[in-house]
Every structure is written in C-alpha cells, then in structure tokens.
C-alpha cells in the first residue's frame, strides 16, 4: 500500500465513523504545499448528503486525524479543506519500506488484462518517417508501462503490406521489368511516390494497380513473390531503424497475416445482413440512432472486389479476439484517424466480433513540427526519415556533451555510445513530456540540452547520484536505515519519491506518459536542490550520511525506472 492509500484509509474510517460514505476520505497531495502536505476534500461532498455543514464535518473529520499517530497537523481551511501534515518519523517509516522495496512501493493491478498495444504503423516501401516517431514513441511507453503494472502486454506494429499500395508497386515493378530478387528499399523510396501521383491522373495505371492489389489478395503466384521481397527489404530498415530507438515487439503482424479471414468475414457478414451492397461495393452502415452527425458505413471491399484496409482492421480485431484472447487493445495512431477508428470499432460491435468485453481505444495524439508550426519536413519540404532524425538527434547530444565537457577522456566508443543514448532521450523526452494529444514542435537544439525540461538534465542528474554512490563505496560507505528529514529539501524530496505509485497508476489510467515525464523531472530537480544543501560524501554524523546514502540509491532507482517506463537508458557515467 501507498502512503496515498493509506492516509485515504484513515481518512475514510473517519468518515464512516460519522455514518458518511468511507470513500470521501480520499488524501491526495495538497495543492498547496506551502501550507500543507496532504489534503483531503469529501467534507464539501459530504455535506450535501447529510444536510450538514462541511465545515462541521469538517473538523470532526480533522479532529479525529489528529489523533492518529502518524499525523502531526490535521487543521482546516476554509469551508471544509483538510490539511494534513505528517509525522517526520512516519514519513521516514514510510521512506524506509517504500526504499527497501525493489518495486519502490508500487503494488500493480489486482486484476490483471490481457493487453495488446498497436503502435509504430510501418508499411512496405516506405523507410519509417518523422511521422512515425510519435506513434513509436508513445506506444512504447504505454505498453512499458501495463507491464510494469502486472499486466500481459501484446507488442503489435501492425506492417500495412496488404493494400493498394501494394498493386502500385507490383505494376511499377512488372512495368520495369525489375528483378523481384534485387529489389532494394532505395527502388522502393522511389517507385512509390512516383506511383501513387501517377495514379491520381491516370486511370488506366490506376485500374491496373488495382486489379494486381486484387490478384495478390487472391495469392497469384507472381504477385506473391514480388511481394514476399518488398515485405522484407522493408522490414530489414524498419527492425535496424526500432533497433535505434531502443524499442521491440512481440509480434510483427501485418495486414497480411489476416488475409484469409477476409472472404468468409465478408460473406458471414453480408449472409447475416450485417454488411449491405452500396454502389456496387459491400459495407457496414454504423450509424445509431443517436448520433449527432452522419456516419459514412465501413467499406468491405470496393466495386473492383478488392479488399481495403478497413477490412483488414476489421480482421484484424476478430484475430485479436479470437486467437489472443485479448481483453483490452490500444490503438496508438494519429488523431486524423479517429472517425475510421471509430467506423471499425462500431462495426465490430454491430458485427459482434468484439464483445463488450473487449475494450478498443483510440490513443490519438497530435503532430510534431517543425519551428514553422507545420509538420516537420526537410529543407526541400520532403518527409524526413527517420533514421535522419535519429542521427540528427545523436549529433546535437555529442556537441551538448562536448559543450559540457563531459566524458571528454573516455574511449570514442563510449563516447558514441553515451552520446547515442543521451540523443535518444532527448528526442522521447521531448515527445513525452507534452500531452499526447497537443501538437508540439521538435527542436533539437532544446530537447538536447543538459538543463530545462529535458532527458538529458534527468539523466544527468541519475548519472550523478550514480557517480556519489560510486564514491561512497570507494571510501568504504554504504546506505543506511533512512532517518527522520532535518530540512525542508530532504522533507519534499522523500514526500515525492512516496508519490510515485499514484503518479504510475493516473499514468495508465490516462494512457498519459506525459506526467511520468513531468514526475521524473520534478524529482530530478528536487533531488539536485537536496544535494545543493547537503553534503553528502562530507557529512560527520555516520548515520545522517548513511540516511542520505540510502535516499540518493532510492532516488536514483525511482529516475532509472521511471526512465525506463519513457524508453530511456541511464549512461553508466558521463
């Protein structure tokens, strides 16, 4: 059990002894922290069903914490505010389980899901993107973190191999007369774009890649092996470019993988009266009844009797259901994807694929940009791989180390490893630490510097702790039983690192990694203004030193896992 928890424990008994509900005793941290530590608001709600007034409540609710021996001022403000300070002793009873504890007091779910988690979006013939970073990025955490909680989490990129794309590529290639066998990404870069402009003016190119998209959807042998090649010379850039940023999956499912549910889905649908003909093409109308606005239906398979990739998320979702047994699936994709997600959680629904219990969320979020405000593009107003920003990113961490003077004297290797890490905090940290739904704009200079609001600051300052600790240990020194604080610094730093469960769990419950980042950051500086007053290697008093020692390990291992759940390493030293 958190501290949280339990001061909303007693809280709550006080309630009920009053014959209120025991759930008004919920403490959370005060919003006012100059005045008090905790604070707890169900007298205002409780008042309206008793008929009594909450300042009454109130002080009864009060009076009754005071007496609690781990409480040393509960007194309130204004109409029925309950401040709550507690006993230095028992915040260093608290300090000390919550350190000894290698899940740093955090308990996890008691009803543990299945999870899969759809993020990253790859497709065949296209190098990953500036565009994908956000989803890659996002995704991961929240997968990082249902794991941490005790959760079964199902990494999925879901590969987009299996639609009209694909018939663009496969008439360009047969068109050229390109060895299926050598072809490389660099033909794909370039035959893609090309094709899919010649599309929009010509019709006949246009008609013909469809009709290959559809001789690959029914496993034409030629089809086939073109495809098998695109599939993995994209997927060979793509594992190099997830590789990079420190992120892995435990599937590498495509749109592919489904394709031979997609006709008996279809014809079970439409023999149900489920899906409909409309304009020559099979759909699922999703409108209901009470919809402020209308709703186009999920298109099935279009006039040319191709399927889409509507109805491969449609398979999809039903593949998930059947054969993972999944109980929750979070789709992290950009927010300009909402209606069609919206479309195939309906007729999923409607379809009675999905139960309702079986939940299927949208995680949208915004755009990253560049110092326009527009979507990030090259110089030349092309689309930025990926790989670039990676290196990009890689670049301005080595010149912020040489800025720094940091690992100056340490091998190249280490310094290229140690400036590979510092870059890729900078670039997830950069994205984390936004609400995921706000745009925001990606600026390497910023992201990359050791102060601020940055990885590199928070990991700098783990690498830091972890630099103290080593020289402890060098002069024979070792964390000890963690004391009552004596100042105010090394009271708000232990009163933080306790708030770590709850920030963990509105992580989750928000699907929100932003105030991880933001909870990482805040630790960070509060344990730099700590050490700032004291002295730790220097101390006198043995047992005050091994106190803070002890603190320091416990910090360091709240930055490093908090760190983790975002996707970041912590260097060794800098």
Known sequence: MSLQSHLSEVAGAAFAELGLDQALGEVVPSQRPELAQFQCNGAMEAAKAARRSPREIADQVAASLAAHPDIAIADVAGPGFININLEDTALATWAETSAGDDRLGYAGTREPLNVLV???????????????????????????????????????????????QMGLLISVLKEEGLDPAAITLDDLQRIYPEASA????????????????????????????????????SESSQRQDFAALGVAFDLWYGESDVHDRLDPLTRRLEGEGVAVESDGALVVPVGQPDDNREWPPLILKSRAGGF????????????????????????????RQGDHFEQVFRAARKAGIAPE??????????????????????????VVRLRDVIEMIRGAAKQRLDEAQLAEEY????????????????LKFGDLINNRASDYVLDLDRFSSFEG?????????????????????????APGAIQPPISPGERSLMLDLLHLPEVIDRSIELRAPNHLA?????????????????????????????????????????LTTLLDLLGIEVPARM
Not at 200 to 210: G, I, S
């Open 518 to 558: 933001a909870y990482a950051h805040e630790l960070a500086m509060r344990f730099s203004s700590f050490y700032d007053v004291h002295h730790i290697l220097s101390e006198p008093d043995a047992e005050r030193q091994a106190s803070w020692l002890a603190l320091s390990q416990w910090t360091l291992g709240a």
């Open 411 to 426: 091998p190249e290797e280490e310094r290229e490893q140690i400036a590979a890490q510092v870059g890729v905090a900078a």
């Open 118 to 164: 759809d993020y990253a979006g790859p497709n065949v013939a296209k190098a990953m993107h500036v565009g994908h970073l956000r989803a890659t990025i996002i995704g991961d955490s929240l997968a990082r973190l249902f794991h941490f909680a005790g959760h079964k989490v199902i990494r999925d990129p879901h590969f987009g191999d299996w639609g009209f």
């Open 198 to 233: 010649r599309a929009t003016t010509d019709q006949e190119f246009a008609d013909a890649a469809r009709a290959a998209t559809v001789r690959l959807q029914h496993e034409d042998a030629e089809s086939l092996e073109i495809w098998r090649q695109m599939k993995a010379v």
């Open 357 to 382: 219990s079986v939940a299927l969320e949208h995680i949208h979020f915004g755009t990253m940009n560049g110092s326009d405000g527009k979507p990030f593009k090259t110089r030349e107003g092309g």
């Open 453 to 477: 609001k940055t990885g590199p600051y928070v990991q700098y300052q783990a690498v830091r702790i972890k630099s103290i600790l080593r020289k402890a240990a060098e002069q024979g020194l």
């Open 308 to 335: 889409l990739y509507s109805t491969t998320d449609l398979a999809t979702v039903e593949m998930r259901v059947e054969d993972l047994d999944v109980d929750l699936v979070l789709y992290v994709v950009d927010h």
